[in-house]
């Protein structure tokens, strides 16, 4: 009979491994390898069997699913659909439309794509149940997603597209129309929000959805309800792979409550926070490695970000080379061959369930206090989101957070005052708002600002 691989061996408990570090490390304290994150999770030298015992081990059956997808915005219809078919017949599996107004022939935009091979997501600046209705009816496979987040405009812009009441009514149409809704989360991350803080309130932000749909859905179209979470990637390779897992975990925990029995599709782009103007190149490795955890997190669909989309328009040039990273992963790296290939990681398993559980008591604390669109509303996610953002970008100014080429190592033969085409700091626009709304700032941005104003 055959024993088991590691049979011959003694096991070695964690007070021996401790005691073995200790050791090695000649009388200095083991506290010094412990890693703290800005999430509050203390990342130990060394991780086994012994970390599993109290936690339930989850299990990602997603990894081996992700579609490849194109952005594609829609300012002329003609021009979107040449190149919603070129980026297909290139690669894309999925395409992304941004459709800023309705006054677009539907037909026109769709015309020779298969929805029934390609996933089509449509992101709708405006909210016109109208217009969703004929949208839909327009999509051959009704798999396709419609982005509706009215929650997440008042929190981006401060304002609702109409008032609080209108809003509502077209998004319970919507949502009945197309048993759909969505949650645009990369907010949070690119605004500087923490881990935990992105997970808890895109947790809330489905939570305030969920209770105004709560008597529209029928028993039956609970079973059928699609979630899609629009989530923000970094680069902190392990956390983030953690923090994917952590949202199917919670979804899964908040779907239950309600009896809503579908999963939640993902949909990831890399982190705006990290890029940089100068020595851009080093954004693809960024997002590189973000892809990377994306698909090993469980993404169901990843939108590659352009090295270049900080400064420059959109171009063919740097869309090839973000859709061409994410066809090596899939077809030269085989990151489409292993199904779970973090299940069972005593790593990975303890960082999941860590990140979970800090993220569902923020989010019950959420609840107790009123709720996510309240604590928005007097400012409190806010608050809390600048407090993170702050503290990152101390780490960054003292070179704790390092971005190679900005912070660390920079070029000075770098030039870039003549090659943006586009502003890449934030705007100021002095508007009336409702709230304060949510700010997306890069780190780099003040470094930025200086060394343009120094090139000769």
């Given at each position: ?20 570090i ?12 412990v ?20 936690i ?116 319970k ?43 529209e859905?029928?028993s ?8 899609i979470?629009n ?29 809503v ?26 997002s ?14 990843i939108?590659n ?48 369930n860590?990140?979970a ?22 400012g ?66 003040s ?10």
């Amino acid at each position: 009979m055959t024993k088991g691989l590691f049979s011959e061996f003694d096991e070695v408990s964690t007070k021996q491994w401790k005691q073995k570090i200790q050791f090695e490390l000649n009388g200095a304290d083991y506290q010094t390898l412990v890693w703290h994150s800005n999430e509050d999770i203390s990342v130990k030298p060394f991780y086994n069997a012994d970390d599993l015992k109290d936690i339930s081990q989850t299990s990602n059956t997603q990894a081996t699913a992700w579609r490849i997808c194109d952005t594609v915005f829609v300012n002329d219809t003609e021009k979107a659909n040449k190149k919603a078919l070129k980026s297909i017949h290139q690669g894309a599996e999925s395409i992304k439309f941004i459709i800023p107004n309705h006054d677009i022939s539907i037909d026109a935009l769709l015309t020779d794509i298969d929805s029934k091979k390609v996933l089509l997501h449509f992101e709708l600046h405006f909210l016109n149940s109208d217009f969703v209705k004929q949208l839909f009816n327009a999509v051959s496979d009704k798999k396709s997603f419609i982005h509706t987040d009215i929650i997440g405009k008042l929190a981006k812009t401060g304002n609702w597209f109409n008032n609080m009441n209108s809003d509502i009514d077209q998004f319970k149409s919507i949502a009945q129309q197309t048993n759909s809704f969505s949650i645009n989360a990369t907010l949070y991350q690119n605004a500087g929000a923490n881990m935990v803080q992105q997970l808890a309130y895109a947790l809330a932000h489905a939570n305030e959805y969920l209770n105004i749909l709560d008597e529209e859905l029928t028993s039956e179209s609970k079973q059928q309800t699609k979630v899609i979470f629009n989530i923000a990637v970094g680069s902190n390779y392990f956390f983030e792979i953690a923090k994917l897992r952590a949202l199917r975990l919670l979804w899964e925990t908040l779907a239950s409550e309600y009896q809503v029995k579908s999963e939640c599709h993902i949909l990831v782009t890399p982190s705006k926070r990290n890029k940089t103007v100068y020595d851009y190149n080093t954004n693809i490795i960024r997002s590189t490695t973000e892809c990377m955890s994306s698909i090993l997190g469980g993404a169901n669909t990843i939108c590659n970000l352009p090295y270049d989309s900080v400064f420059h328009k959109s171009n063919s040039f740097s869309e090839r080379i973000a859709r061409n990273q994410l066809l090596i992963l899939k077809h030269e790296s085989y990151f489409d061959k292993v199904n779970n290939p973090t299940d069972g990681s005593y790593y990975m398993e303890s960082l999941t369930n860590q990140l979970a559980e800090k993220a569902l008591a923020l989010f019950k604390d959420i609840e107790v206090n009123g709720g996510f669109l309240k604590q928005l509303k007097v400012g409190t996610i806010q608050r809390k989101i600048k407090e993170s953002a702050q503290k990152e970008q101390e780490q960054f100014d003292n070179n704790k957070d390092i971005l190679v080429g900005s912070n660390k190592y920079p070029n000075p033969e770098d030039k870039m005052k003549k090659e943006l085409e586009l502003y890449p700091f934030v705007k100021t626009h002095y508007r009336k708002t409702l709230i304060e709304p949510i700010i997306e700032k890069r780190l780099a941005e003040s470094l930025e600002q200086k060394r343009l104003n120094n090139e000769n």
